[in-house]
């Protein structure tokens, strides 16, 4: 069984998935089979691939363009004369949709992770690499860029709570215009807004192709949380089987890099470029949330916190580490690993400092609740007020004081 990830939205995605609400429910499994070779008879074996049925390029339960990461998965499961069945399963929820279906028996691996044991490791192990997914420069042909010092009095669309939006976040001389997707960086590209969008490199040569007949060219970059080596991530208890996929991958890399071109990944050797921002949630990294916390909560909504609210003093270091953990998985790709945020208005570490006594029932209403017209999902049918209590206690580690305030 096979998982395509969206991810790689890198993974992240999005940062795969491509999606601007950043809300979308986890939808109900559906599967279908579709046989990939002669093999298929009832005493075979399917893989299973878990797939986004909506994150193109990687995936889609459209069988006249099912995606780059689905057709790997095609070509794996012919090798392996092994028929391929698929379960469609949104990605947006980062790590939880690695617990949800390969660590939870649903699948046997997932294609698109990235190539790291510090992710989610020793539980999950890894294949070789299968492809490198990349941010990206994208201008008219004629711009040349080799380098962000070249950007230089350009307008740059740049995704919003990206590393590119950290690594442009201090150069005054380059003039941002924060976008929420790829499709709308190339969009401001496509309007003359902006002379060049820094975007998830997979999706802009996916629209470049599909949308705007190749016009543009797209120049991958490489640096800390610019780019990531993807591979098939496999529960620790599989190892026969990733095993037998590695054993195949050798005689399949002609084919995956043509698979690639096919749906416009670009290939071209990347440029160097120094960041000083985390990776994105690596199944979404190619769109982010604008997530933002209101001004202060209602009457109504601090009543109701008070029946859940636990003292932070009563917060253990086991409170502590499990909310860290489930921030950095769900909430790290907008507001930073570890809270790190360079975006004066969702920097966590400034909860007290902006919002004093009324933090906790800020924090409350918002995960609760949400805030829908700026992306950021309501958490309360997701985690549970536990979870949300840890990470509030996690956060509560890392307030800044008025002194060391950005």
């Known amino acids: 069984m096979l998982v395509i990830s969206g991810e790689f939205r890198g ?7 491509r999606r601007l609400s950043g809300f979308l429910a986890m939808v109900a499994i559906l599967a279908w089979v579709e046989p990939t070779s002669a093999a298929d008879t009832s005493d075979v074996k399917p893989l299973r691939l878990c797939a986004d049925p909506a994150n193109l390029p990687y995936s889609s339960d459209d069988a006249s363009k099912p995606g780059f990461y689905l057709e790997v998965g095609q ?6 004369g092994r028929p391929v069945a698929y379960n469609w399963y949104k990605t947006y929820f980062g790590k939880r949709t690695v617990r949800v279906t390969l660590l939870g028996g649903q699948c046997d691996a997932m294609i698109g992770l ?23 420069l994208v201008a008219a042909k004629e ?3 080799n380098s962000v010092e070249d950007l230089r009095g350009s307008r740059v669309a740049v995704q919003y709570q990206t590393a590119p939006q950290n690594l442009l976040a201090l150069r005054d001389d380059i003039e941002k215009v924060s976008v929420l997707s790829p499709e709308e960086g190339m969009k401001a590209l496509d309007l003359g807004t902006a002379d060049v969008a820094f975007v998830w490199g997979p999706v802009a040569g996916w629209l470049n192709k599909t949308q705007y007949e190749n016009r543009y060219k797209i120049q991958t970059v490489e640096g800390e949380g610019l780019s990531w080596d993807a591979a098939i991530g496999f529960s620790k208890t599989s190892k026969e089987l990733r095993d037998q996929v590695d054993a195949v991958l050798p005689g399949l890399e002609q084919t995956i890099v043509d698979l690639a071109t096919k749906y416009g990944l670009p290939n071209d050797p ?11 949630n690596p199944l979404t990294p190619q769109k982010a949330a604008t997530a933002d916390l209101p001004t202060a909560p209602s009457p109504s909504a601090i ?14 270091s086991a409170n502590v580490d499990a909310g860290k953990e489930v921030f950095n998985a769900t909430c790290g790709h907008c507001h930073g690993i570890d809270a790190v ?28 609740e949400g805030r829908l017209s700026k992306g950021m999902p309501a958490w309360k049918e997701v985690l549970t007020d536990d979870a949300l209590n840890d990470i509030y206690a996690f956060l509560l580690t890392l307030q800044t004081s008025a002194g060391t305030a950005n």
């Open 75 to 80: 070509v794996i499961g012919k090798a392996l």
């Open 11 to 17: 993974l992240c995605t999005n940062h795969g998935v």
């Open 143 to 145: 711009k040349a860029i």
């Open 270 to 280: 990347p440029i160097a470029v120094h960041a000083f921002a985390t990776a994105p």
């Open 303 to 316: 009543v109701a916190i008070a029946s859940t609210e636990r003292a932070p003093d009563a917060a253990s």
């Open 114 to 136: 990235p190539l790291s044991d510090d992710f989610m490791g020793p539980a999950v192990i890894f294949s070789r690499r299968i492809s490198t997914q990349t941010y990206a």
């Open 341 to 368: 945020q360079s975006e004066r208005r969702i920097d966590l570490r400034r909860l007290q400092l902006r919002y004093g006594e009324n933090a906790r029932a800020t924090f409350w209403t918002t995960v609760h």
